[in-house]
């Protein structure tokens, strides 16, 4: 009998071990329902015997585990268009809200600022107009309108007018600026254009006060290596985290790093749900929502990225099958609410659109 109980025992073992080199996937999941036998090995009476008591068990499939190519469903949501609004842009660089239906829209080419209201029956009106290169905007609490033009002084509008800037990042080139909730200014910006992706770093992130007093500097890591490449978007959350994006290849992949207390915590490069070889991260724009998130556009792949302040996905969607087209800047003023401003297509009407739509509350 415990001869018997050996060779069945053996045979088992050596049908697993063989398992451990199939190659075909299916032909390993069939070979599993083979060891449903196990547990009918023959019972081994040693309770007279100084050994230890064996008692038979069983192999189960879901040790193994399954292959699924099925991708995470429940990550995947929908957006709704409330409202469209055509402009007279080809591409909405970037919105910033002066009141409760009142923009600040621009393109960089042609060089246009457009403050703009919306109406009710979704149209347009625009307020005023200034021809004025402009790369990123920001709005001061004094309401005066600062401009990055990708050159190391910052430009300033107040009213209709312009006045002598006081933010200077010499050598540096300012591309993207934001202003945080502590009221500093913080800006991405890089050492020479256009970019020589090839050669790691070029980028730094400065934090200035507003009244022009230069605060941090972030360029290398602890061991002197370089942080950043081109810093094309940047905010903050909250409690203080920093998340910038920034493009590391010269057909526009990209990531999107965290900073927090002035280290790089973690870096989002995509996801394998929505991106693969064919369809890599190439990161557009960044916003914070009310309830401290990020939302990510990725205008090329027509996909919107949800990412909680660590940087973990929370939600994805495409916006193809909710009939947005080439998302690109956003802005989130409350819960619920996303404004997104899109680039025109090639073809047919060349004029960019402003979408405003529901998005689930909790992000």
């Known amino acids: 009998m415990v001869k018997h109980f050996e060779q069945h025992l053996t045979d088992k073992i050596q049908l697993i071990e063989d398992m451990s080199i199939i190659t075909v996937v299916t032909k390993f999941f069939e070979d599993i329902k083979s060891l449903d036998d196990v547990k009918e090995m ?23 585990g399954t292959i699924q190519d099925e991708i995470h469903k429940d990550k995947i949501i929908r957006i709704k268009a409330i409202k469209e609004y055509t402009t007279e842009l ?3 660089v970037n919105i910033v809200q002066c009141s409760e239906n009142t923009f600040l829209i621009h393109d960089s080419d042609p060089d246009i600022i457009q403050k703009v209201t919306v109406r009710p029956d979704s149209t347009i009106k625009v307020l005023s107009q200034i021809n004025e290169r402009a790369h990123k905007t920001a709005l001061t609490r004094n309401g ?8 190391p002084k910052l430009k300033i509008i107040i009213g209709n007018g312009k006045t002598t800037s006081k933010y200077i990042f010499k ?13 500093q200014l913080i800006v991405g910006a890089v050492k020479k254009l256009p970019v020589d992706y090839p050669v790691p770093g ?21 061991k002197n290596e370089p942080l950043f490449t081109d810093l094309r978007d940047i905010i903050t959350t909250k409690n203080g985290k920093i998340f910038i994006i920034d493009i590391i290849t010269d057909d526009s992949r990209g990531r999107v790093v965290m900073m927090e207390k002035g280290t790089v915590s973690r870096i ?10 064919n369809h890599p991260f190439k990161p557009c724009s960044t916003v914070a929502t009310p309830n401290d998130n990020v939302i990510v556009s990725d205008m090329i792949n027509n996909t919107l990225h949800f990412l909680d302040n660590s940087v973990h996905l929370l939600a ?7 009939d947005i087209l080439l998302p690109y800047s956003m802005l989130c003023s409350k819960p619920g609410t996303l404004f997104i401003g899109s680039s025109a297509p090639c073809i047919g009407n060349h004029k960019a659109n402003i979408f405003e739509v529901e998005i689930p509350n909790h992000l």
């Not at 005066?144 to 033009?149: G, M």
């Not at 992130?205 to 890591?221: I, L, S, T």
């Open 90 to 92: 080809g591409l909405v």
């Open 316 to 322: 994805y969607c495409n916006t193809v099958e909710d």
């Open 42 to 64: 023959p019972y081994i009476n040693l309770n007279h015997s100084h050994l230890t008591s064996f008692v038979p068990g069983e192999i189960h499939q879901s040790i193994f």
């Open 202 to 222: 070029g980028g730094v992130v400065m934090v200035m006060d507003m009244d022009g007093n230069h605060v941090a500097k972030y360029e290398f890591d602890k």
């Open 144 to 151: 005066d309108l600062l401009i990055s033009d990708l050159t």
């Open 268 to 277: 989002y490069i995509g996801h394998p749900d929505i991106n693969s070889q």
């Open 171 to 183: 050598p540096f080139l300012v591309q993207s600026i934001h202003i945080n909730n502590e009221n």
